[in-house]
């Protein structure tokens, strides 16, 4: 599984920095990805990067979240400025396409207005 943290409770227009640790088997060869669910919702993709850098956001979180990764620490990053509460949600980390066996617990973002 791979765990995703640094989620909390936050003000809108707070910031908030996810991180996720993947095991180098998983995360070198991978498109790594940012995924959401929010109550009485589908998860939805959030944010993808490949393994050379190129990355591609959902509309909703354009030039507000971040992605990023740290190929040399197995680590993918999700920075989210300007929150709203609409961005409440579970926030997970998986490959892209997901992996079944791979979804953690997520970490909990709740925006409050």
């Known amino acids: 599984q791979l765990q995703a943290s640094g989620g909390g409770l936050v003000q809108a227009g707070g910031s908030l920095r996810l991180s996720c640790a993947a095991s180098?088997?998983?995360?070198?060869?991978?498109?790594m990805g940012w995924f959401r669910q929010a109550p009485g919702k589908q998860r939805e993709l959030v944010a993808t990067?490949?393994?050379?850098?190129?990355?591609h956001y959902a509309d909703s979180v354009k030039g507000r979240f971040t992605i990023s990764r740290d190929n040399a620490k197995n680590t993918v990053n999700l920075q989210m400025n300007t929150l709203k509460p609409e961005d409440t949600a579970v926030y997970f980390c998986?490959?892209?396409?997901?992996?079944?066996?791979?979804w953690g617990q997520g970490t909990q973002v709740t925006v409050s207005s």
């Open positions: 998986n490959t892209d396409p997901p992996v079944y066996n791979y």
């Open positions: 990067i490949a393994s050379g850098g190129n990355t």
């Open positions: 180098g088997s998983i995360f070198s060869i991978n498109r």
